[in-house]
């Protein structure tokens, strides 16, 4: 039996919004130009004919993106849909005729944001441009803000609490980490964490990390890195010092650091051109 074919209406939106660009091309080597090729799912379902699952790609990595190797990590499907967002968010820019889309999309994220303000600070003239907890939650089950996997346990009064993933570099070492076999953090000794929580943030929110109480009460300290840029997504890497008296384990899921979201009055003409990534570097 020959499967379904992509609905007329949904393959024409898949090839105008990419203008037939490979978005693997364009991710990975920055090339803009037109190329022949299909539209491939990104979650390898022929049945799923969903929009959001369909990315164009040029014969080449179409072919590399359906293949199946046991001898190198293949493109995933995070990294495809990133790159496919990048590539929408150029092709509305860079092509005549497309940049009037892309302040239709400033103006209605505007708009969304002022709905947001109203829906979660209504009668609130003079706010704090920082969310609260509430706020947090609200716009994350307004599908504004992702941060997966979300539990409300760790929400704070203002901020969300981001825990350690299973992922860590010591010594030059990657490591993988799991609850049963946690990393053993020597007195001194410093390592490269990640969050185990994925974010994507929207283009007028921008974050910082601080510290918890119950990691500088282990002895743990981190190094923060800076702010985090709008449109940023993928997980967060912070460094962490024992300066206790003794080793400390760590495993998935113990508190790391808080993050705090702050919200811009304009978003940046251009988002940041941060990549998920993982310690093994782009996925």
């Not at 190329?35 to 379902?45: E, F, L, N, P, S």
């Not at 293949?67 to 990048?86: A, D, H, M, N, W």
């Not at 993928?234 to 899921?253: D, K, M």
Request: glycine share 6%; with cysteine.
């Amino acid at each position: 039996m020959s499967r379904r074919k992509i609905p007329r209406e949904t393959l024409t939106a898949a090839l105008v919004k990419s203008a037939r660009r490979c978005c693997l091309f364009f991710g990975l080597n920055g090339d803009f130009s037109e190329k022949k090729g299909q539209v491939a799912h990104i979650d390898h379902d022929p049945a799923n004919h969903n929009e959001r699952n369909l990315a164009f790609l040029c014969l080449e990595h179409h072919d590399a993106f359906d293949s199946s190797t046991s001898q190198s990590k293949g493109f995933t499907k995070e990294e495809l849909e990133f790159y496919r967002g990048k590539l929408f968010e150029a092709v509305k820019t860079k092509l005549p005729g497309r940049a009037s889309e892309r302040l239709k999309d400033v103006l209605l994220e505007l708009k969304t944001v002022a709905t947001f303000l109203e829906a979660v600070s209504p009668n609130q003239p003079f706010r704090s441009s920082f969310l609260n907890g509430y706020e947090i939650q609200k716009a994350c089950q307004e599908q504004l803000l992702t941060i997966d996997p979300f539990s409300s346990n760790h929400l704070t009064a203002s901020g969300y609490r981001l825990s350690c993933g299973d992922e860590a570099l010591l010594d030059g070492h990657l490591l993988n980490l799991t609850r049963e076999r946690p990393l053993e953090l020597k007195r001194e000794k410093l390592a490269i964490l990640s969050t185990r929580e994925i974010l994507s943030m929207p283009h007028w929110l921008t974050g910082k990390l601080n510290q918890q109480a119950a990691t500088l009460r282990l002895g743990l300290f981190t190094d923060l890195p800076g702010s985090i840029d709008p449109g940023f997504r993928g997980r967060l890497f912070v460094a962490v010092q024992n300066r206790g008296p003794r080793s400390i384990a760590v495993a998935p899921g113990v508190p790391l650091v808080t993050l705090e979201l702050c919200l811009l009055n304009v978003p940046p003409e251009w988002p940041s051109q941060e990549k998920y990534v993982s310690l093994h570097g782009p996925l």
